[in-house]
């Protein structure tokens, strides 16, 4: 064991923090934890299905609501009339405002059953699953992009979010979806959304730098490694079984009964996953193609290594002795952390970019040679910023105004990418000081275009390279040292570069000599055989469709520091207490579980030690959908009550323990609980219900009476007026300006501009333009990026991916009033908005009527119309568009 | 009720919330204008109204508000403030720290000298880097602390502990934590400004001062210094010609109008009256907001204090001391009008992310060529700030911090870079019942980890420190999220009393 680099002594003084994760502390004056921890926790009381109370009301959970409100004397509000119900309806089941055509009908349908038809409409339309897909994600904290510093994108991300809007919209029962999302490569092999919904796994937060550039070997790597666990746990049971069971890491939980043991042996569940891109295939007979092929192409190689064994030992010494010389002249090449040459970031292809080299001379040129770039941004590898057209040029002339010849013109269509292969064109001799590539046409890099090339090669007749060293210039370089500079594109190194010396080829040409010396026949032919099984196995899997990639939690097959469990064969790590939390003091190992707090089932789960890691997931998904687990049936009912009322009946949405609210209304969540999970466990049947509900339909307004003995409403006497979320305002806006692009699923729409990528990269809101048709689309599908948060939504209070959010704030500022009034956004749909009205014939009244309907859901008044018409003559429909998305009505919903 | 049922112990009621004033935030049921807390005058009235959560101020304040430098990257201590004689004699000798060192890098090479002379300042005699000389003139007013100790050398972590207490995200920044414990002395501007480095931020971006789970309105604002819009969305963007002053000025009084209308028959809801005032707020922001970024009426003697070179915007490619100056000073001249005017936290940062080329204090390549340039300009803007806010009685409640994510290493990194070291560094204090001219624990004779390594000092103690000059005890200024009484302090922290006058 290596001696701490933050040795005891120092350590000690963060004996009681370790790692910044131990505040769960004893709410010293607050008295509001109404028991203490030795009191049972009433939500992991088995469920029992409550009776009903007698009523005259046909939906139960109006006999619960009305029971109480009865027992307290309290009068419920009327039902909301109906405009204000299809708004209401519209928000809370799509998200988006209801049409001035779907208020019309609404109001005027005279079928005693208009109300349940419209919710079964809204309950099918495509715009629900992405209305609740959008509350699920704030629950799980998903995000685009890792957080910490070197916030890198992650452009594979965006499959977990369509899997929730798909399992929404096709109403998914509950139980299988947990379990696609904690084990659904497991339980449902070969599905798709048992791969994409492995991206709860890895929705939340991960620290780049230590991963990928810190081993698990070291102190922080280990650190890292804890944390991304712990991430992990706390979103799976915070998310489906609301407890704060992160708080058991460096201690049992001190209110709830979690103890240490069972939050390492939740660690050990997740123990040999990462955050990894996961490739597969849709279909699952390609995916047993591509296996038998992968299966004979590691059989080939087993084979291969075992008589490169045999043969080497037969060489014995004297190869030890040679590999030792090639090792050696190998590292003699230049560091590839110069990577190449690299231009300013465009957004569109269509741009040409020149780079050129000044051979210091005029040379007698035979060849030029191109070498391309690796790079694994977005995924992209080799063959990174290799341009789709381009032209090479020599001339005298460092202008390229005259005597120029082309040597290579590949203007005219678009070249496939060569990877990494070299790419060279035929000089004939000719004379010229200058060589000059210019790319006509750039290469896509992530939703922009580059042109990078790792090493630009002049030869003449003797095959020496008269540009090495060469001074390059460019039309512009994005020069972010060492990787990417001018001077790269002439420093001898590039991606397959095997050294410069000589010594390298001798050391080789001395080692394959020792080699073939000490092959026998039979095992040349049998190395024959090898290549071109390994070749024919390459062969098909080109001829398979492409794999998709997905960002999820699994098994990582990785390199350098980030190594992940691949190369074990997926084995676990090894999890221990560890005391404190602390990585240096590891304690006794645990095996994977869940809580013991809940009785039904063992809280460790018996694994065949042979069945894989995919086992330990398999078995936490079942504990956690089990019928007889009571947390997931209550937080399940409970959070989709929140999102139709304001408040959950537990007010604490991620806390079910001591330290969370008791329900207001505990016999009805019991009911709605058992109700949901044993009846199909259908969410929109529940969502039916609960909308269906008279408490749900009573109007928003005030009652001096009712205020005076439940001012905030707890009991449910009216309805909750509701502030629209970031989200919603932003579709709304979209939509009454007519600019709503309702195009569903795939890459995430971006609305920053990406300047510096290189280390962190600086994504820049401010620079985006809101005209760009592709960012007109639902705020469900926007790019979410974790260390810059989008400033308009954040402003009014959207998700921070950073947390689990069970509940979001609410809260109304100077800086909201600034962005609503200020906003590109907001300036360009009043814009839009104003022009559409404005084609509409009539007169400024009648279009201003239109535009109550649409951004108000109702019409006018006498006074309103006057008022803003008169406003409207004064400065412009735009101006009076921005006003009406700027008012109260506007973003609250009654 | 059933009596075995497990609800039985619930009173007849439902039991108040668990904090009234996260419940009456989120609620928005009959809160009337404390919905604005953080940017309205009101936020005292929450505080007070809610007197079990905050018997705030606890002690009798000594500061009002606080200035933050935080220099990302990691600044050298050993360059700038911990002078340490041994590494002169020993410059260019091979390393031995006497134990295993996990470098963060492989900076492990031969002990380095520091890449300036040292020289005593102030009648307390600080030895004091040449490269930070500007701050000799002030020595008698800062307060050192050489014995941090920080929990790893990742960047990102220890960026995140340093500003909010945690070496992860979703944390409240400590200026936060000040505007939530605080409230706002001017309703007209945020209680808690940020002013980031102008090329860009450092690690972890603005999630260095998000609210997290506080009151959105205790987030920091950002300012960018030289920006056509300083503040998001302060002015019409690009889009927005169509605006004009004759148009907003009738459009805010038709919104008034119209809100008003509609609130009259929702009286009840508070949160109506709150948003028609954050648009009166807004406009009257838009007004205060130019008015203190607008440093083209100080004086010249004043400009010059600073370091701000107004003949020139255009600057050399490479990183210059007068490029450094200028831009740190700006953002100190502004830090002082903006506290003038009763902000309670300003959080200036001197670098951005650890890219290339450096443009931040991350020196693993080069000490002199980095630290340099950066150390000149903010240990002028640093200087002027001190000086400037004592001339005008400021300092005595203000209080000045300065930071940085973990140390550098004694030995050298590449001959002229170093290493990171998080095992020892320096923060100082000046100000609002500081004891100037003071040295509050000790590094080791490399500067390698602390003298008494059982003693060391940690941002829990800087942070209650920090609470206890504004008047709190950090234990108790709380915030319950996700079943957790959160505090910025976790679970340790105690008051560093050799700091304090």
Redesign the interface.
């Known amino acids: 064991m290596k001696a701490s680099p933050i040795s005891n002594p120092v350590r000690a003084a963060w004996r009681r923090v370790v790692l910044g994760l131990a505040a769960c502390l004893v709410p010293s004056t607050l008295g509001t934890a109404a028991e203490g921890p030795k009191d049972p926790l009433w939500s992991v009381a088995p469920l029992v299905r409550p009776a009903v109370p007698p009523s005259s009301r046909p939906n139960p959970i109006d006999a619960f609501v009305d029971a109480r409100l009865a027992r307290e004397g309290l009068q419920a509000a009327p039902e909301a009339d109906r405009a204000t119900l299809v708004r209401r309806l519209s928000f809370d089941l799509g998200g988006l405002p209801p049409t001035p055509e779907e208020v019309d009908a609404f109001v005027r349908d005279t079928d005693p059953l208009a109300y349940e038809r419209l919710v079964d409409r809204l309950l099918a339309s495509p715009r629900h699953g992405e209305r609740w897909a959008r509350h699920w994600l704030d629950v799980v904290h998903f995000g685009e992009s890792h957080g910490y510093d070197k916030d890198k994108p992650r452009p594979n991300a965006w499959p977990y979010r369509d899997y929730v809007i798909r399992a929404f919209n096709e109403d998914r029962p509950w139980a299988r979806f947990i379990q696609e999302q904690v084990a659904g490569d497991v339980l449902f092999p070969g599905t798709r959304d048992g791969i994409e919904g492995l991206g709860f796994i890895a929705a939340g937060p991960w620290d780049f730098i230590g991963h990928a550039e810190v081993p698990e070997s070291k102190i922080d790597g280990q650190v890292a490694r804890h944390l991304d666990r712990d991430d992990m746990v706390g979103n799976t049971v915070q998310s489906f079984d609301s407890l704060t069971v992160q708080c058991a890491q460096c201690h049992n939980h001190k209110f709830d009964p979690i103890s240490q043991e069972d939050y390492y042996a939740l660690q050990a569940v997740f123990a040999a996953v990462d955050r990894t891109d996961f490739k597969y295939d849709l279909d699952p007979a390609v995916a047993g193609r591509r296996a038998a092929l992968a299966k004979r192409r590691s059989d080939a190689r087993k084979r291969g290594a075992e008589l490169a064994a045999a043969i080497a030992a037969r060489a014995g010494e004297p190869l030890k002795e040679a590999e030792k010389s090639v090792a050696a002249a190998e590292k003699q090449a230049p560091g590839s952390e110069a990577a190449g040459y690299h231009t300013q970031i465009e957004p569109r292809a269509d741009v040409a970019k020149w780079v050129q080299v000044d051979l210091g001379k005029p040379v007698a040129l035979s060849r030029i040679v191109l070498h391309p770039c690796h790079d694994d941004f977005n995924g992209i590898g080799d063959g990174f910023g290799f341009p789709v057209r381009y032209k090479i040029e020599v001339s005298d002339d460092p202008g390229f105004a005259a005597g120029t010849t082309v040597v290579v013109d590949r203007t005219a269509a678009d070249v496939p990418n060569p990877r990494v292969a070299a790419v060279e064109a035929a000089c004939g001799g000719r004379t010229a000081r200058h060589v000059r590539v210019t790319a006509t046409r750039l290469v896509a890099r992530q939703n922009d275009y580059i042109f990078a090339l790792a090493e630009l090669e002049a030869l003449d007749a003797s095959g020496a390279n008269a540009a090495r060293g060469g001074a390059v210039t460019a039309l512009d370089s994005i020069e972010a040292g060492p990787r990417w500079q001018t001077k790269n594109l002439t420093d001898g190194w590039y991606p397959g570069v095997r050294g410069d010396g000589l010594d390298l080829a001798a050391a080789k040409r001395k080692r394959d000599g020792l080699l073939a010396a000490a092959t026998r026949d039979d095992e040349r032919a049998e190395q024959a055989r090898i290549e071109r099984e390994l070749a024919d196995v390459t062969a098909a899997e080109a001829l398979l469709p492409a794999q998709r990639v997905a960002y999820v939690g699994a098994v990582h097959h990785g390199s350098g520091a980030f190594v992940g469990t691949g190369s074990k064969g997926g084995q676990p790590r090894l999890i221990r207490i560890l005391d404190r939390g602390n990585v240096q003091k590891p304690g006794r190992e645990v095996g994977p579980g869940a809580l013991h707090a809940l009785a039904f089932e063992p809280a460790r789960f018996a694994i065949d030690p042979a069945a894989g890691e995919g086992a330990r997931r398999a078995a936490l998904a079942r504990w956690l959908s089990d019928p007889r687990n009571p947390l997931t049936w209550r937080s399940a009912v409970n959070r989709v009550w929140q999102y139709h009322f304001g408040r959950g009946i537990v007010e604490t949405p991620n806390d079910f323990g001591h330290m969370g609210m008791r329900p207001t209304h505990p016999e009805l969540l019991d009911w709605l609980a058992v109700e949901f999970r044993d009846n199909g466990q259908s969410l929109k049947r529940l969502h039916r219900l609960m909308v269906t509900s008279a408490a749900y339909r009573r109007s928003t307004r005030g009652d001096a009476a009712a205020e005076r003995m439940d001012s905030d409403n707890r009991l449910l006497w009216r309805q909750n007026r509701r502030k629209l979320e970031a989200e919603a305002v932003r579709d709304s806006i979209l939509m009454v300006a007519g600019r709503l692009d309702l195009r569903m699923g795939g890459p995430s729409f971006q609305d920053f501009v990406v300047e510096k990528p290189e280390h962190s990269p600086h994504y820049e809101y401010h620079l985006h333009d809101p005209e760009d048709p592709a960012s007109q689309r639902r705020s469900v599908y926007r790019f979410i990026v974790r260390s810059q948060p989008q400033p308009f939504l954040s402003v009014m209070d959207c998700a921070d991916p950073s947390m689990l959010v069970g509940r979001r704030n609410e809260s109304v500022s100077p800086l909201q009033a600034l962005a609503l009034l200020n906003n590109a956004l907001v300036l360009s749909m009043s814009r839009h908005w104003a022009e559409r009205l404005e084609a509409l014939p009539g007169t400024v009244e009648s279009r201003l009527d239109r535009a109550g309907l649409e951004a108000l859901g109702r019409p006018l008044s006498a006074e309103e119309r006057v008022s803003l018409s008169a406003y409207a003559r004064r400065h412009g429909m735009p101006n009076a568009c921005r006003v009406l998305f700027n008012l109260n009505e506007f973003a609250f919903v009654d | ?2 009596p075995g ?3 039985h ?2 009173s007849r ?7 009234r004033r996260e ?1 009456l ?6 809160l009337g204008g404390v ?2 807390a ?2 309205l005058a009101s936020d005292r009235l929450l505080a007070a109204g809610n007197p ?2 905050h ?1 705030a101020p606890v002690f009798r304040p000594k500061a009002k508000r606080v200035i933050q430098l935080f220099m990302g990257g990691a600044a050298s201590h050993l360059d700038l403030f911990d002078y340490k004689p041994e590494l002169v004699k020993r410059d260019g000798q091979k390393s031995d720290f006497g ?4 470098a ?1 890098q492989d900076g492990l090479g031969p002990w380095m000298k520091p890449v300036w002379d040292f020289h005593p300042h102030g009648q307390c005699g600080k030895p004091l880097s040449e490269v930070v000389a500007d701050l000799g003139a002030v020595a008698d007013e800062m307060a050192f602390v050489h014995n941090l ?1 920080g ?7 220890a ?3 340093q500003a909010t ?6 944390f409240p920044g400590v200026g936060c934590w000040a505007s939530y414990g605080l409230g706002s002395e001017n309703e007209n501007l ?1 209680a808690f400004v940020v002013l980031p480095d102008h090329r ?2 450092a ?5 260095n001062w ?1 609210s ?2 506080l ?3 205790h987030a920091g ?1 950002v300012v960018q210094l030289g ?1 056509p ?1 300083p ?10 010609k ?3 002053p ?2 907003e000025s ?2 805010h009084a ?2 008034a ?3 008003h ?3 009259a ?5 508070a ?2 009256d ?3 005032r ?2 009166e ?2 406009a ?3 007004l205060a907001a130019p008015e203190v970024l607008d440093i083209s009426r100080e004086p010249n003697h004043i400009l010059d204090l600073y370091g701000i070179d107004s003949s020139t915007r255009t600057w050399p490619a490479e990183i210059n001391a007068a490029e450094e100056m200028d831009a740190f000073g700006r953002k100190c001249l502004v830090a002082r009008r903006l506290v003038e005017r009763g902000v309670r936290y300003v959080q200036i940062w001197s670098g951005n ?5 450096r443009r931040n204090w991350d020196s693993h390549e080069d000490i002199r060529r980095d630290h340099g340039p950066l150390a000149r300009g903010f240990a002028r803007g640093a200087s002027a700030l001190i000086r400037d806010l004592r001339q005008r009685g400021l300092l005595e409640d203000t209080v000045i911090l300065w930071t940085t994510e973990f140390g550098r290493m004694p030995s050298s990194q590449g001959g002229k870079g170093r290493d990171h070291n ?2 020892v560094f320096t923060n100082w204090m000046a100000g609002g019942g500081i004891r100037g001219g003071t040295t509050v624990g000790e590094s080791d004779e490399w500067g390698y ?2 003298r008494d ?6 941002v ?1 103690d800087i942070h209650a420190t920090l609470l206890h000059l504004l008047g709190f005890d950090h ?2 200024l ?1 915030f ?1 999220h ?6 910025l302090t ?3 922290g105690e008051v560093i009393r050799g700091l304090l006058a």
């Not at chain 2, 929990?151 to 972590?157: E, F, K, L």
């Not at chain 2, 207490?165 to 979703?170: A, I, K, T, V, Y």
């Not at chain 2, 390594?453 to 940690?458: A, C, H, L, Q, S």
């Not at chain 2, 996700?482 to 505090?487: E, F």
Request: no cysteine; glycine share 10%.
């Open positions: 009720m059933n049922s497990p609800f112990r619930l009621l439902p039991q108040p919330p668990v904090s419940f935030w989120r609620s928005g049921g009959g919905a604005l953080g940017l079990s959560r018997p134990e295993h060192v996990e963060f100790v929990q790893t050398g990742v960047h990102s972590q960026t995140y502990l207490g945690f070496q992860l995200p979703g945020p860009g931020f690690s972890n971006g603005p999630k998000d997290a789970f009151p959105p309105q604002t920006r819009n503040i998001a969305d302060l002015f019409p963007a690009r889009g927005g169509y605006v004009t004759a148009s009738e459009a038709l919104m109008a119209l809100n209308g509609h609130a028959s929702r009286a009840d809801d949160r109506l709150a948003r028609i954050s648009y707020l807004a009257r922001m838009q992310d650890n890219g290339f080329p998080p095992y980890k602390p390594r059982n003693k060391p000092t940690t829990h234990e108790k709380t319950r996700n079943g957790i009484d959160r505090r976790d679970v340790s």
